[in-house]
């Protein structure tokens, strides 16, 4: 092979690089972005099932029915996220 040659492939290298190196980016910018609103409408949901849970335990007082133990919903702590990460692997 001529120098040119090798030029010539190592350019077509170069671009094919730049071409996955976006695209990587790309993705890691949606999937970031798929994660931070998944976290929010999460945070969202367990707000809004603690309110509703308080919600009927006062309704079922009012109405002098037993009440029913609802448990609170929380976030996942980091040590939970670490733990099902490491079980995935």
Do not use: C, N
Not at 7 to 12: A, F, K, L, N, Y
Not at 48 to 56: E, G, N
Not at 77 to 84: F, H, L, M, S
Request: zero cysteines.
């Amino acid at each position: 092979m001529t120098s040119i040659h090798i030029d010539h492939r190592i350019s077509r290298l170069e671009t094919r690089v730049t071409d996955i190196e976006d695209t990587h980016g790309e993705s890691l910018y949606k999937l970031t972005r798929a994660s931070v609103g998944s976290r929010i409408e999460t945070g969202r949901l367990i707000d809004w099932t603690d309110s509703a849970s308080r919600a009927f335990a006062l309704i079922m007082e009012r109405l002098a029915i037993a009440p029913i133990e609802f448990p609170p919903a929380a976030r996942a702590t980091e040590a939970e996220i670490d733990a099902a990460l490491e079980a995935e692997l």
